[in-house]
């Protein structure tokens, strides 16, 4: 797949990551079923172990700050079920750093020439 293709296809995930959030927060298993899906089919077309160290490294760290800071008072969710944040929340933090994983390649090959 060229590096078009996949950047038109990456921001659709985020597209569909954005909408099943929006849509079906309030449904834990559902909004996470299906965040899931967007970031494991965005994982089998990126196809690279830096994909899935981000993937995972933003899975983890990014709900550990939000707790953080849901701790120091900055925020708070509707319906936290674990530390204050929901349980989708690393699927969708996961999800948004392979869209900026995916849009760094797609610039860096835009510059490049």
Same mark, same amino acid.
């Given at each position: 797949?060229?590096?078009? $293709? $996949? ?6 995930? @985020? #597209?569909?990551?954005?909408? =099943? ?10 909004? #996470? =079923?299906l965040? @899931? ?5 965005? %994982? ?22 939000? =707790?953080?800071? #849901? ?11 674990? %530390? ?15 869209? %900026? ?9 835009v510059? $490049? $020439?």
């Amino acid at each position: 797949m060229t590096e078009s $293709k $996949k950047i038109i296809f990456t921001l659709l995930c @985020s #597209i569909g990551t954005l909408a =099943v959030t929006a849509y079906t927060w309030q449904n834990i298993l559902l909004t #996470i =079923v299906l965040l @899931s899906v967007f970031g494991l089919v965005t %994982l089998f077309v990126e196809r690279s172990k830096s994909a899935v160290i981000m993937y995972f490294t933003a899975f983890i760290l990014g709900p550990l700050a939000e =707790v953080w800071l #849901i701790h120091a008072g900055a925020w708070e969710y509707t319906q936290p079920t674990l %530390l204050g944040i929901p349980l989708w929340l690393p699927f969708l933090w996961g999800n948004a750093s392979l869209t %900026l994983n995916r849009i760094n390649i797609y610039l860096q090959s835009v510059f $490049k $020439k």
